[in-house]
Each structure stands twice: as structure tokens, then as C-alpha cells.
């Protein structure tokens, strides 16, 4: 039988040396290393404040658990490595998206009609969540696009045309770290370092990983967040300049 990680562990097997092995072979096609570094390290502070009150609700429902000495020390019901989580992550995703090559000649007008097309589109999947929660097993996964739909409108509207137009480096530096994540996960939960309820989970999964498809929304979700985050900041600091 496989012995059960901690947090802490799982983190210095698996998303440690990723995120030093990045950070060592860096290249800066997006964008200046200040800019770049200066971005990913601002989304990682938005996601440190956005994320935790979320997550701790989930926590505390018990919408997924712990496994006996996987955590060494909690902040507010959460785990140490659930907030190095949300730091590490960003630092990966920003990392990898910087090997990526971007147009920032385009304009940052936008048509006010365009920005709501992009609101739309998140208002969609806020729609979407609000459905899911009306079950006791769409907990988890309607919570999720909720969460997630305020960040969807402020990324989608503010530049969603952009990033439609570089949907190479939108979706490689997305799909990439986010099939890593969905592995890592699958091994941690295999391991015991966390479960999830199966009350509270739709019971769909991927089928290769046995992944909840709840996990596989979120790290798929994330991980957009900061690749368009870092995409769209590095756009911006151009025009600027």
C-alpha cells in the first residue's frame, strides 16, 4: 500500500521542483522578466485574498477532508499548503505562460458592445453554478463557476477579443500545466491527502485519472485565470508604454 504524503510533502515532491525547474530555464517571450515576474506575483496576492474565503466554506461544509497527518498546521480552518497552493500555482502558470509570444500592438480601445459580450459570457456561467447549487451535489462544482464568474467578467471584458486572438498561447499555456495539476491531484487523493464528499460532488469523472470532473474544472479554471491575467497585464504594460 502507497504511504500517505502530508500537504507538505506532496508540495516538495510535485509542485516544488516544477516550479524551481521553471523558474531556472525562464525565458521571457511574453513579455520584460519585470513585467512578467511583477504580474504573476500580483495575481498570486489576488488569489491568496480571492480564494481563501471560498475555499474555508467549502472546508468547513465538508465538501473535502484531510487525511489523518496530512495537515501539520491550519489558518482559519485551512491548511498551510492550501494557501502555499494558491501561490505556488500562480508562480507555475505565470513561469510557463512567459515562454509564450503575444501581439501586444493591438489597441486596448474597446466598443463598450464588445466588453458586454464579455460579460455575458460570464454572467453564462454564473447562470450555469447558480443551477448546480440548487442539489446538495452540485455543491462543489456550481460553487466553483460562481466563484469564478467575477473574474471571468473582468478578464473577458476587458479584453476577451485579445485573447481570443491569441488563442495559441491562451489555450498551450493553459492546457499544459493544467493536465499536470489534474495528474498530481488524482496521485494526492489516491494517496489520501485529501477526499472529496460524495455528497456534494456531481460523482462525474475523468476517466484516465479517475479525476473528479470538480477538480479538473478547477485547475482547468486557475490556471485561465492566470495565464489570461498575465496575458492581458503584459497587453496592457505595452500600450502603456
Not at 516538495?12 to 504573476?40: E, I, K, M
Not at 487525511?67 to 501539520?72: K, R
Not at 478547477?218 to 495565464?227: A, C, N, W, Y
Request: glycine share 10%; net charge positive.
Amino acid at each position: 500500500m502507497l504511504p500517505t504524503l502530508t500537504y507538505l510533502q506532496f508540495h516538495a515532491l510535485f509542485v516544488v521542483p516544477v516550479v524551481a525547474g521553471l523558474a531556472l530555464t525562464a525565458t521571457y517571450r511574453l513579455g520584460s522578466r519585470r513585467d512578467v515576474l511583477t504580474g504573476t506575483a500580483i495575481l498570486a496576492g489576488l488569489a491568496l485574498i480571492y480564494t481563501t474565503p471560498w475555499d474555508g466554506a467549502l472546508i468547513r461544509r465538508g465538501v473535502w477532508w484531510y487525511g489523518d497527518g496530512a495537515v501539520l498546521v491550519r489558518f482559519w480552518s485551512i491548511p498551510l499548503g492550501e494557501y502555499l497552493f494558491f501561490v505556488l500555482q500562480t508562480a507555475m502558470v505565470g513561469l510557463w505562460v512567459a515562454r509564450f509570444r503575444v501581439d501586444t500592438e493591438r489597441q486596448l480601445a474597446t466598443p463598450m458592445r464588445t466588453r458586454l459580450v464579455g460579460l455575458a459570457a460570464a454572467l453564462v456561467v454564473v447562470l450555469s453554478g447558480l443551477v448546480l447549487l440548487r442539489s446538495d451535489s452540485g455543491l462543489y462544482l456550481g460553487s466553483l463557476l460562481v466563484w469564478s464568474g467575477p473574474i471571468l467578467a473582468i478578464q473577458w471584458a476587458f479584453g476577451w477579443q485579445f485573447l481570443a486572438k491569441e488563442w495559441r498561447t491562451v489555450g498551450g499555456a493553459t492546457l499544459v500545466p493544467a493536465a499536470y495539476l489534474c495528474g498530481i491531484d488524482s496521485v494526492a487523493i489516491r494517496l489520501g491527502v485529501w477526499t472529496l464528499s460524495k455528497q456534494y460532488t456531481t460523482g462525474y469523472t475523468i476517466p484516465l485519472l479517475d479525476l473528479p470532473i470538480e477538480e479538473a474544472v478547477f485547475f482547468f479554471l486557475t490556471t485561465l485565470f492566470v495565464v489570461q491575467g498575465v496575458v492581458l497585464y503584459i497587453w496592457l504594460r505595452d500600450r502603456w508604454e
